[in-house]
């Protein structure tokens, strides 16, 4: 397994920006899908992003495509979710998770290793 570290959210306002960063332990990072996940009060927890071990193919709920941007860099061992344009119900814990298969990445149950969290709130 993998231990995530999450850092980087905060209050914003709307229409504002946030890059999320989650820092990975361990030598085979390179070797996982990574993933962004979020989860409101009251609510689901929904997938927001995910890239594949390479960087080479991105996945977007509909709710955040062209708004939010996931990126790698496997050197560092770190995976970032820039945020723009942030809307009021953008606010929830983001939590990064890693993959270890090659099946769906925009499911959470494929993923085996998860953050603690990091809160993003979106003030109107």
């Known amino acids: 397994q993998v231990q995530l570290v999450e850092s980087g959210g905060g209050l914003v306002q709307a229409g504002g920006s946030l890059r999320l960063s989650c820092a990975a332990s361990g030598r085979t990072f390179s070797s996982y899908t990574m993933g962004w996940f979020r989860q409101a009060p009251g609510k689901e927890r929904e997938f927001v992003a995910a890239i594949t071990r390479s960087g080479s193919n991105t996945y977007y709920a509909d709710s955040v495509k062209g708004r939010f941007t996931i990126s790698r860099d496997n050197a560092k061992n770190t995976v970032y979710l820039q945020m723009n344009s942030l809307k009021p119900e953008d606010t929830a814990v983001y939590y990064c998770?890693?993959?270890?298969?090659?099946?769906?990445?925009?499911?959470?149950?494929?993923?085996?290793?998860w953050g603690q969290g990091t809160q993003v709130t979106v003030s109107s």
């Open positions: 998770a890693a993959n270890p298969t090659n099946y769906n990445p925009t499911n959470g149950r494929n993923y085996g290793s």
